[in-house]
């Protein structure tokens, strides 16, 4: 979806500090001459294909469909790229865009620690420096994440302010790319922050909704009915359903994040229920969820990447347009949308993607077994493992845990 | 000219070089930041940055960042803010406030509104580190009919053509950034200044103040003759988490020698 200018509708632009302008607008240069260019186009779907082995299938859900009784439910199995997420799309796009520019070194937030690990992947693959900010807190609950990322060459620095998550992370990476703007590019993990930046990764998980649209021709002969995607800061939603945006009779539907309720610093709703209100922070407007003030507020959610206090201004102003129906899917509701995936299909959701599967479950029934319904499944779950057997209170995990330790203190 | 850059070249008559000093209100507490407004006031610094803290600073560095989230706890409202102002601007005609905060607090609080609020709580002029130039329209026509400056920010990474049209905007004085980053210590790799101020007094006949990392007499002296104003602020922070209020009394007495 082409900007204007930056802008969609009132939201997007690019909000920074003067220091930045230079770089930010070499950057926009770089991306619109890339971004037309057949053999830099074809040199990312090439590595998409031959690094991270797309295309992702479709995968019918005979089981689901025939229990729910309502429409046919396909899965966009973008857990099956490489690193088990759509986020590999976004580093490998941006990866060679680096490339391209001559520089050396990628600075990436991360909350959940999905993009800090797919950045530090395309970084040993290109052969750039990388630095992940990531909160102190996210940190701690996603060591495994930190694990691979320093396995891989990359240097985590732990985030201490704020509330030590992927808000903070992202402030400090524009405090990064602030001391070397000209030598590091900023690989921001989703469809937000200043211009270029929404297009650009909207544009590079792009290949999510029009390999659906082939594929959906190719299996059943026609366009889906409806698309699902979870959306946090906006990127697998906007992969899979920009490319559907003018075919009127595609629905297409966002799920939020509901946490634990709709109390303030409980979920993260920024797109329905009146809970989210326009603002311009970290580098670009959006909706955010702020007080009266206008400071950012707390967030929840049982899936990190979720877990984000502003969304892709593009989400923000489809779902203003009405073109995206925004709906939001509890902790609860998801965890049991969780279980029922597995226990139907054998697949294995992020939790992430399990809002997007809970927000169809609720929906489906309605519909006529004519009707096709794709759920985005943006990552896969077995990798958090420990988030997963948390949120499930698996009752063996913790006793594997202790026994595991007193294995290791006694080699 | 405006009433801001008359104020900075009469009272530069006086002085070879002006102070700024920067305070985030509502840190430690609210009434704490006025005391230590009021100190700085009394010390004679022409002018007085006042910090309205923001969740995210994206441009600070760990000093004011701290003191940002910590004064947040104290929940400050834009509101209560300017009403401290005009009393400080009333008890203290002799110097002048800036307001000094991030894009959304201002834009929440209604960025065509605040000019004339401002104004009227005898506030001189605003630093908003994340509005760009080029997406100021609204605020600046209603600056100017407030008869407040929007201050503009060069860095040593802006182009000249880029120079050339912000000095070309500018009215009251431009606050030049010293060095790449953000506020607060550098990591000793500080750039000469004195072919970047060159530079930009080629553009424009505005006063230039200098901030970014300059915390001693040492580094004030260094400007004297290239610049008008220099700015503290994490220096000042510091000075007051090491020693309060006194401490950064002796620090600013110190600054012109």
């Known amino acids: 979806m082409k900007s204007d200018q930056g802008f969609f509708g009132r939201f997007g632009g690019s909000y920074i500090p003067e220091i930045l302008h230079a770089s930010q607008r070499e950057l926009v240069a770089a991306w619109e001459e890339a971004s037309v260019d057949a053999d830099f186009l074809a040199l990312v779907d090439r590595e998409m294909q031959q690094y991270s082995g797309r295309p992702t299938p479709l995968t019918p859900c005979p089981n689901l469909s025939r229990t729910l009784g309502g429409a046919q439910v396909y899965l966009k199995r973008e857990d099956l790229n490489h690193s088990g997420a759509h986020k590999m799309n976004n580093v490998i796009g941006q990866g060679l865009l680096v490339k391209r520019m001559g520089k050396k070194r990628i600075i990436a937030e991360t909350g959940a620690g999905q993009h800090g690990v797919a950045s530090a992947l395309i970084a040993a693959r290109l052969g750039l420096d990388c630095t992940v900010y990531m909160g102190a807190r996210d940190i701690e609950r996603q060591y495994p994440n930190v694990f691979w990322m320093k396995q891989l060459g990359a240097t985590v620095v732990p985030v201490t302010s704020g509330a030590q998550t ?110 989210g209100s326009p603002g311009i922070a970290q580098g670009f407007a959006t909706m955010f969820l702020q007080d009266d003030q206008g400071q950012l507020m707390e967030t929840h959610s049982v899936a990190a990447g979720l877990d984000y206090v502003g969304v892709s201004p593009i989400l923000a102003h489809l779902a203003e347009t009405g073109r995206v129906r925004m709906s939001a899917a509890g902790d609860d509701e998801t965890l049991s949308a969780f279980r029922t995936l597995l226990r139907h299909e054998g697949v294995i959701p992020a939790l992430e993607s399990a809002h997007a599967v809970a927000g169809a479950l609720r929906e489906i029934p309605k519909l006529s077994p004519e009707q096709r319904v794709v759920i985005n499944i943006s990552g896969r779950g077995d990798k958090d493992i420990f988030n997963v057997a948390s949120a499930l209170q698996d009752p063996e995990f913790n006793g594997f845990l202790q026994r595991y330790l007193e294995r290791e203190a006694q080699a | 000219m405006s009433a801001l850059q008359h104020f900075i070249e009469t009272r530069r008559k006086d002085s070879e070089i002006l102070l700024m000093t920067h305070v985030v209100y509502g840190y430690p507490t609210v009434d704490e930041s006025l005391a230590l407004m009021r100190d700085l006031l009394d010390t004679g610094v022409e002018l007085l940055e006042v910090q309205f803290p923001f969740s995210d600073p994206s441009a600070d560095g760990p000093s004011i960042l701290n003191a940002c989230h910590e004064a947040l706890e104290n929940k400050p409202t834009l509101s209560a803010c300017l009403e401290d102002m005009a009393k400080l601007s009333r008890d203290y005609p002799d110097s002048r406030i800036l307001l000094m ?54 860095t040593p990474e802006t182009p000249a053509s880029r120079m050339q049209d912000i000095c070309a905007a500018a009215t009251g004085l431009l606050y030049c950034v010293s060095r790449r980053g953000v506020t607060g210590k550098s990591d000793g790799n500080a750039q000469p200044l004195d072919d970047y101020l060159a530079g930009i007094r080629t553009y424009t006949d505005l006063p230039l103040a200098v901030g970014f990392g300059i915390r001693d007499a040492a580094q004030v002296a260094a400007l004297t003759g290239k610049a008008d104003i220099a700015i503290l602020g994490s220096g000042i922070l510091d000075a007051f988490n090491a020693g309060g209020r006194a401490a950064v009394r002796d620090l600013v007495q110190s600054l012109r020698g």
């Open chain 1, 166 to 275: 992927l808000r903070d992370a992202l402030d400090e990476a524009l405090r990064d790319w602030s001391s070397d703007p000209s030598g590091s590019h900023y690989l921001i993990g989703t469809a937000c922050g200043p211009a270029p930046y929404p297009e650009m990764v909207a544009q590079f998980q792009s290949v999510i909704g029009r390999e659906v649209r082939t594929q959906s021709l190719e299996q059943f002969g026609a366009l889906p009915d409806r698309i699902y995607a979870c959306v946090g800061g906006g990127s697998n939603a906007a992969g899979i359903l920009l490319p559907f945006v003018d075919d009127a009779a595609v629905e297409l539907v966002g799920i939020e994040a509901g946490g634990r309720g709709q109390a303030p610093g409980e979920h993260s709703i920024r797109l329905s229920d009146g809970l």
């Open chain 2, 101 to 154: 905060s991030y894009l959304n607090p201002f834009y929440r609080y209604g960025l065509e509104r605040l000019p004339k609020d401002a104004a009227q709580s005898g506030i001189s002029g605003f630093i908003v580190p994340d509005l760009p130039l080029e997406l100021a329209g609204a605020f600046r026509s209603a600056c100017n009919d407030a008869d407040v400056e929007p201050v503009w920010m060069l």
